[in-house]
């Protein structure tokens, strides 16, 4: 439901996977499932919608460890934006979603937002030791240089 002009709520929009232009709005893991089922080429952005629209995060995480396991380059992407959002808005994460973001390269949205919204002691020591080498490379290089 989205409210429109006049502050009445609207049904949902029916998604528009030709342009995406609608799949902003997808906030039913169902439809997600679908689309990944129909191997829609735009559900990554359906993924993020998800994870911007839907209040729990435990419906969202499979779906973005979906995403993250896919063969699309792109997909995987949408789905390391998808879990930065997660991370964010729900300051959760799954063992499933960690262990398919080690495999990304560092430095990702997804690694800082899991690093600054949820509980460090959740976290896998791979990730700690990213931020802390990060850390102290600019305590060493770029502070104490100038």
């Known amino acids: 439901m989205h409210p429109d002009e006049s ?3 609207d049904p949902a929009p029916v998604l528009n996977w030709q342009d995406g232009s609608t ?15 129909r191997g829609e080429p735009l559900v990554g952005v ?16 499979p779906r973005v460890g979906k995403a993250l396991e896919s063969e699309d380059p792109e997909i ?11 991370a964010r808005l729900h300051r ?3 063992r499933r979603c960690l262990d398919l973001l080690r495999s990304c390269p ?29 850390r102290l490379t600019w305590l060493f290089r770029d502070r104490w240089r100038y």
């Open 106 to 134: 560092r430095g990702n949205e997804a690694d800082d937002d899991l690093w600054s919204f949820v509980a460090r002691r959740r976290l896998p020591w791979w990730l700690w030791r990213y931020h802390y080498t990060e």
């Open 23 to 37: 799949l902003r709005w997808t906030d039913q893991p169902d439809e997600v499932d679908a689309a990944f089922d």
């Open 46 to 61: 359906a993924v993020i919608a998800l994870a911007l629209n839907h209040a729990d995060a435990d419906a969202i995480l």
């Open 76 to 86: 995987r992407r949408q789905g390391v934006i998808a879990l930065a959002h997660v």
């Open 92 to 94: 959760s994460v799954d």
């Open 7 to 9: 502050g009445s709520v």
